[in-house]
């Protein structure tokens, strides 16, 4: 989309009468066509796509204590009861296909071990039970660093608003962006708080507490939920069964404390560059290290025990994106995320 947004600011800005007329026409004949193919993160699988497998070893640490607040089954309709399905424990520990559903319009809130700090490209992500790559339910994501004051990723559903999704209605993930559940289990949305304004009440190096808010779905003025730009979300509704609503599987941690942590052992310490890389890096550490390089889905692109000080990585066949590095030496793991352009 931003790309998208370039294009069209590009096409008006000029002094010329002549040339403001010719932007008109590429706004017309060749930018506004392409507003309908900007597009988000594909499902899973697809080249493109930043969904994180739950096995991925980005992932360092799982939420360690959820409360749920559940919404109604249906929300124009108290006669069906709160959502049931699940406990409050499913939510914690690592994503297991373990769920506890939200209702519409419920949430949860998790705390974790250490806090989650702002580092390089994604720093969690949320994962929920979705069975394929086209019925999804989703959530809105916030974040807060005292418990009391929460920030919501600005959620962005460019699907239709003309017609209700039927209870199982199907979605198109790339028209979804910061909302968690666009994605099938068992992989992960992921969640940069570099997306989030600078604001003196929350700190980003420090988050405690995530807030996990179900979406509802409907599209009647008045019970819908609006994204960041004032646009209905349109998903599956209604869903009056015991499993209403978003099910929430659980929360996976990329930075937190306990990762800094690590990074404070001198002798694991490595070096990396360039970063980011285009057809390859070069990692140098201790002599005897296993030198393993990840996906964001968990795919291993590369694995070697270093037998010289230094090494370099050949990446002309890898996909931009980030992956991690992991140097595991003395049974001990420290990890450097790259990104390739």
Known sequence: MKHCYHLLRRSFVSPKPFSISFGLIVFVVIVFPLIGFCQFAPPAGQQGSDAIHADSSILINWAKSVTVQRGLQQIDDASYGYATYG???????????????????????????????????????????????????????????????????????????????????TLDATKIHQLA?????????????????DDPLLDKSAVTHIKITDVVGCLDPEWRTLDFEGRSINDPWPTPFPSSGFDLDAVGVIHDASNLHLNSISYLDFAVWPNPFQTGFSVEAEIGSMIRIFDLQGR????????????????STWHPGMYVVEVDVKNQKQYRKMIKQ
Not at 132 to 152: I, K, M, P, R, Y
Not at 188 to 196: K, Q
């Open 87 to 169: 406990t409050d424990a499913n939510a914690a520990a690592k994503a297991d296909g373990l769920v506890v559903s939200l209702g519409d319009g419920g949430h949860a809130i998790l705390q974790f071990d250490f806090p989650l700090f702002n580092g390089p490209g994604p720093d969690f992500a949320v994962f929920e039970n979705a069975f394929d790559d086209h019925f999804l339910e989703l959530a809105f994501v916030a974040v807060s660093s005292d418990g009391q004051n929460f920030f919501t990723f600005p959620a962005q559903s460019l699907t239709q608003t003309e017609e209700q999704l039927a209870s199982f209605g």
């Open 181 to 197: 559940g666009k994605f099938r289990a068992p992989y992960g949305v992921p969640f940069d708080l570099d997306s989030l304004s």
């Open 300 to 315: 291993s692109m590369c694995e070697q025990k270093l037998n010289d000080a230094q090494v370099y990585i050949e990446t």
